[in-house]
């Protein structure tokens, strides 16, 4: 169980399994019990910061680099689009992922849940809720067999696209200053791919798609139009934000975006550099509620995967963006739904 008096939170985004497949380490299952050296998420840091579960995901890294290097990549400004994937490779790593995931259900550190229903029963019996999600989907198919598969296995949230391009979609590059309209929009498998989550009740997030991209989704889902870890471009004109159309498109569809924690998304300079306070990250809130309204944000913290503000540092500094929230006279009926209740209502009208 959680500590006393903690308002939970339930997390859009995190690389956590990414953290522990690069570990190595042939008992992960341990490493995240126990605790885990750097990093922002662990079972007894989880449970100091209130953290009650959230999408878990699952990034598809070329094979080779996890072999040459213990340390994920820091995306830094102005790079070129990363190289696709070739699919083995992705294939290799996305099932590893999704190994550890269940690997750590069997071990009895979190429970992985298939609905908004699983959620709460999850968090009611104090088990991290964990969402199965992919953020890229290289190791699908065109035909998508894989998705039917990997659907049967529990996943219920994918990203079209990370910030590279696919055979379904073409992700923004990380950029700054930058538009998100930085390429072509989705190929015919990627309408496929909308039309089969819909059909199979995925959840699909559009944080790292690019702006056509973003039109084609709108234009076919019938899903509310959700991003998981994305910020406000009129604040950090970074590509990976979204700009005042793609709020408004959101708002339309009753859908929801979770407040990325990565000091470049947050801040006005676009510097990756962990001195942001929780000021800027209330800001961006603040603009996210005027833009969506209060049933459309959520937390989607990027931990183990970007540089957060040392104000908050890993996962057990929660409380002091929901205490920052709470003095900033949010109300406990608003806080609450920030902090969790948004994305289970989300999850109820996306996955059921
Ligand atoms: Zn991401």
């Not at 050296?37 to 995901?57: E, Q, S």
């Not at 699952?58 to 080779?64: D, F, G, I, Q, S």
């Not at 979609?169 to 200053?177: A, D, E, H, L, T």
């Not at 084609?216 to 990976?240: E, F, K, M, Q, Y």
Request: charged residues 25%.
């Amino acid at each position: 169980m959680n500590e006393p008096d903690l308002i939970p939170v339930f997390d859009g985004h995190s690389d956590t399994l990414l953290k522990l497949y690069r570990s190595k380490d042939a008992d992960v299952e341990k490493l995240f019990i126990e605790g885990l050296p750097g990093g922002h998420i662990d079972l007894p840091r989880a449970k100091r910061g209130g953290f009650a579960g959230g999408m878990f995901a699952v990034w598809p890294t070329p094979v080779e680099k996890v072999r040459r290097s213990a340390e994920p990549p820091r995306p830094s400004d102005n790079e070129p689009l990363a190289p696709e994937l070739p699919r083995a490779e992705a294939i290799t790593s996305t099932i590893g992922m999704a190994s550890i995931l269940f690997r750590l259900e069997r071990a009895g550190a979190l429970t992985v849940c298939r609905s908004a229903g699983d959620v709460r029963e999850a968090m009611a019996k104090g088990s991290i809720a964990a969402v199965f999600h992919i953020e890229g989907v290289e190791a699908i198919d065109p035909e998508l067999a894989m998705l039917d598969v990997l659907h049967a296995a529990g996943l219920r949230s994918l990203g079209i696209v990370w910030s590279r391009p696919n055979a379904f979609g073409n992700g923004v590059p990380f950029r700054f200053p930058s538009s998100p309209d930085t390429g072509p929009g989705l190929t015919d498998a990627g309408k496929a791919l909308v039309k089969a989550c819909n059909q199979l009740r995925i959840m699909i997030d559009l944080s790292h798609l690019n702006e056509k991209g973003f039109r084609d989704v709108a234009a076919l889902s019938d899903a509310p139009l959700v991003a998981t870890h994305s910020n406000v471009h009129a604040i950090c004109g970074h590509s990976r934000n979204l700009t005042d159309w793609q709020l408004g498109a959101i708002r339309e569809t009753g859908g929801m975006v979770g407040l990325n924690f990565a000091t470049g998304f947050l801040r006005e300079d676009g510097n990756l550099n962990a001195d942001a306070d929780l000021d800027i990250m209330a800001r961006h809130i603040d603009s996210l509620l005027q833009a969506l309204g209060e049933d459309g944000v959520g937390l989607g913290s990027d931990f183990d995967g970007a540089m957060i503000p040392s104000a908050i540092g890993d996962v057990a500094g929660l409380p002091k963006l929901i205490d920052a929230l709470v003095a900033r006279g949010f109300g406990h009926e608003l806080t609450d739904k920030i902090a969790y209740r948004n994305w289970i209502g989300m999850l109820e009208k996306t996955i059921g």
